[in-house]
C-alpha cells in the first residue's frame, strides 16, 4: 500500500489551500483514513479522519475532509488559513498496522 499526498504550498493568512491523497494496492474493508499534521518541534497531531461510511471529525471548522472510495482519495479543505497551520500534512490510512503518506508542506504566511 502507498500513500501518495499533493497539495501543499505557500499561502498567505485568510487563504484556503486543498490537499489530496491518493491511496494504491491492496486497499480493503471499511477504513478509516485522515490527515495529521507536524509543526517544527511539535508532536505529531491528528487533523480531520473519516470512515469509509462518511463519518467524519475535524480539530477545527476550517478543516473539511472529505473521501472518494471507489478513488481511494481523501482530501481536506483548508479554509481561513492562520499562521500556526504551518505545518507538514501526511494522510493516513488505518489499515493493518497503518500506512503514511510522504507529508506535505503546508506554509501559512501572517
Known amino acids: 500500500v502507498q500513500l501518495q499526498a499533493s497539495g501543499g504550498g505557500l499561502v498567505q493568512a485568510g487563504e484556503s489551500l486543498r490537499l489530496s491523497c491518493a491511496a494504491s494496492g491492496s486497499i480493503f474493508g471499511r477504513n478509516v483514513m485522515g490527515w495529521y499534521r507536524q509543526a517544527p518541534g511539535k508532536q505529531r497531531e491528528r487533523v480531520a479522519t473519516i470512515h469509509y461510511s462518511g463519518f467524519s471529525n475535524s480539530i477545527d471548522s476550517r478543516f473539511i475532509i472529505s473521501r472518494d472510495n471507489d478513488k481511494n482519495t481523501v482530501s481536506l479543505q483548508m479554509n481561513s488559513l492562520k499562521p500556526e497551520d504551518t505545518a507538514v500534512y501526511y494522510c493516513?490510512?488505518?489499515?493493518?498496522?497503518?500506512?503514511w503518506g510522504q507529508g506535505t508542506l503546508v506554509t501559512v504566511s501572517s
Open positions: 493516513y490510512l488505518a489499515q493493518d498496522s497503518g500506512y
